[in-house]
């Protein structure tokens, strides 16, 4: 189920008295972000993987926030100018498999932890050779001072292989302290592939802390109060109280040949400003004062 992105017109800015949109380039400061019980978790979660060494997959669909906070937490670690080094891989077209794409493999991970903590230094082509070198870095670092947090997005098309191999790169010390801290952010595919049935990782599986975004629920209304203040605006002067319950509705859906009870919500934050950018849209063209059920039910 998905909602085509429609922007806010300038005869829709004028009719609900908006000064700019708030659901396009909406989170550019830390205060920009929504906190919601599931974010804060997450955000705390990342943060002690950060600093603490620890090991966390978040999941979450798409538009569910999972980039915002991984933004967070590096915006964070630069304010507060913790001594944290974020070790991002950039693998092109990351698949699973080399057929579908290209594979991120252990090197990939050795290379950017090399670009990270000592940039231009070439790393030798034999792998214990260059695991040794990379073990070295790493300890020097935490020597001086610093945490190490390896961050993989997209990470539910990692190959098993390569997941396998993140319990070495976990298992590296100094002393009784642990050197790298691993992040895993992905779709619910993530879950899948980090599930305790799957005996190709159980290994791994047994060290992660899986947290998982799921949709506003509740909190849409906050959500909806966040965005609006974030512009100046409220939303008494953009939604009337029938919305709310109207954009849940919308953004739930029964799997095809599904029962009522497999209804399923996707009233993820990308959403549900897809759908009130589109209502606000139709209600502005129609001369509605508010967007309503029937403006929200329409789109």
């Known amino acids: 189920m998905l909602l ?13 008295r ?26 705390n979660a990342l943060m002690q993987a950060a ?26 670690i630069r304010d507060e100018e913790l001594p944290v080094k974020v070790v991002k891989p950039y693998v092109l077209a ?14 990939n991970i050795a290379e950017a932890i090399a670009r990270t903590l000592a940039p231009g230094l070439r790393l030798p082509s034999n792998p214990e050779t260059c695991l040794h070198q990379v073990h070295e870095l790493m300890r020097d670092s935490c020597r001086a001072g610093r945490s190490h ?41 993530l879950a899948d592939l980090l599930s305790e049935h799957n005996v190709e990782v159980r ?7 899986k947290v998982t975004l799921g949709p506003l629920g509740d909190q849409l209304e906050a959500y909806v109060r966040h965005k609006l203040h ?24 029964v799997p095809r040949d599904g029962k009522a009870r497999d209804a399923q919500s996707i009233c993820y934050p990308l959403a549900v400003n ?24 329409g789109c």
Not at 30 to 41: H, M, T
């Open 274 to 297: 897809n759908l009130l950018a589109r209502a606000m849209v139709a209600a502005a063209r129609n001369g509605w004062p508010l967007v309503d059920r029937a403006a929200v039910l």
């Open 94 to 107: 990351m698949e699973p498999t080399e057929t579908r794409g290209t594979m991120m493999k252990s090197g």
């Open 4 to 16: 085509e992105n429609v922007a806010l017109t300038p005869e829709a800015m004028r009719h609900f």
């Open 203 to 209: 290994e791994i599986v047994q060290r992660c802390e």
């Open 149 to 189: 947090l390896l961050l993989i997005e997209e990470a539910h098309r990692m190959p098993a292989a390569t997941l396998k191999h993140l319990k070495g790169w976990m298992e590296l010390k100094d002393g009784l302290r642990r050197l790298l801290g691993v992040c895993l952010i992905g779709q619910p595919e």
């Open 18 to 43: 908006l000064s700019r949109s708030p659901f396009v380039d909406d989170v550019v400061c830390r205060e920009d972000v929504f906190n919601s019980p599931d974010s804060r978790y997450v955000r």
């Open 51 to 76: 600093v603490h060494q620890g090991f966390v997959a978040v999941i979450g669909e798409s538009g569910s926030g999972k980039t915002t906070l991984r933004e967070d937490l590096e915006e964070r």
């Open 230 to 253: 974030r512009v100046g605006a409220s939303p008494e002067q953009v939604l009337a109280p029938d919305a709310y319950d109207a954009v849940r509705a919308r953004l739930t859906y």
